[in-house]
Antibody, heavy 119, light 105 residues
Framework: EVQLQQSGAELVKPGASVKLSCKTSGYTFSNYYMSWLKQMPGQNIEWIGNIYGGNGGTGYNQKFKGKATLTVDKSSSTAYMDLSSLTSEDSAVYFC????????????WGPGTMVTVSS | IQLTQSPSLLSASVGDRVTLSCKGSQNINNYLAWYQQKLGEAPKLLIY???SLQTGIPSRFSGSGSGTDYTLTISSLQPEDVATYFCYQYNNGLTFGSGTKLEIK
């Protein structure tokens, strides 16, 4: 059974950074991309970027370059996203979601991590 | 590509046939998917490539369309279908629509 398990909710101060995790099981991690997506209340879901489990190659939405950094640990089949210089505009639920190489729809999603940026 | 979903809110009765619309600002070339998101949960893939039903999704869900105009149809609405439905295009960039919230009347 495919599972994507995300880290818990975060409360962080403005200007700080946070690292979110997405631990996977039930499939071959290196054969899939992992994307990260942002959902704010009342706003469209946004694709942040993705990383290929096989070689760590990344692609980013231009809007999130400099804000998000994606990495993987193949040994633990875990994907990570670092968010830096946080502001209130970064308060959102962040999802990890996988897609197969060559297919750009996301077939399994993690439950999401809520990030709240507040002093 | 911008996606416009309509209506933003839909109220229907159990057993009704329900149709949700998604219109792109440019040709999507059938690279369109539909997701269902229940309150507090992650989105679930229902349909990909316009009309392919994801494994495990009930057959009352179907997708159709071409060019810029796409539709998600629920043939007989069930209480568990209460959710927000998003369309998502992956033809040119990756973008989601704003969603249609589906309620039971």
């Amino acid at each position: 059974e495919v599972q994507l398990q995300q880290s818990g909710a975060e409360l962080v101060k403005p200007g700080a950074s946070v690292k979110l995790s997405c631990k996977t099981s039930g499939y071959t991690f290196s054969n899939y991309y992992m994307s990260w997506l942002k959902q704010m209340p009342g706003q469209n879901i946004e694709w942040i970027g993705n990383i290929y489990g096989g070689n760590g190659g990344t692609g980013y939405n231009q809007k999130f370059k400099g804000k998000a950094t994606l990495t993987v640990d193949k040994s633990s089949s875990t994907a990570y996203m670092d968010l830096s210089s946080l502001t209130s505009e970064d308060s959102a639920v962040y999802f990890c979601a996988r897609n197969e190489w060559g297919y750009w729809y996301f077939d399994f999603w993690g439950p999401g991590t809520m990030v709240t940026v507040s002093s | 590509i911008q996606l416009t979903q309509s209506p933003s809110l839909l109220s229907a009765s159990v057993g009704d046939r329900v149709t949700l619309s998604c219109k792109g600002s440019q040709n999507i070339n059938n690279y369109l998917a539909w997701y269902q998101q229940k309150l507090g949960e992650a989105p679930k893939l229902l349909i990909y490539n316009t009309n392919s039903l994801q494994t495990g999704i009930p057959s009352r869900f179907s997708g159709s369309g071409s060019g810029t105009d796409y539709t998600l149809t629920i043939s007989s609405l069930q209480p568990e279908d209460v959710a927000t439905y998003f369309c998502y295009q992956y033809n040119n960039g990756l973008t989601f629509g704003s969603g249609t919230k589906l309620e039971i009347k």
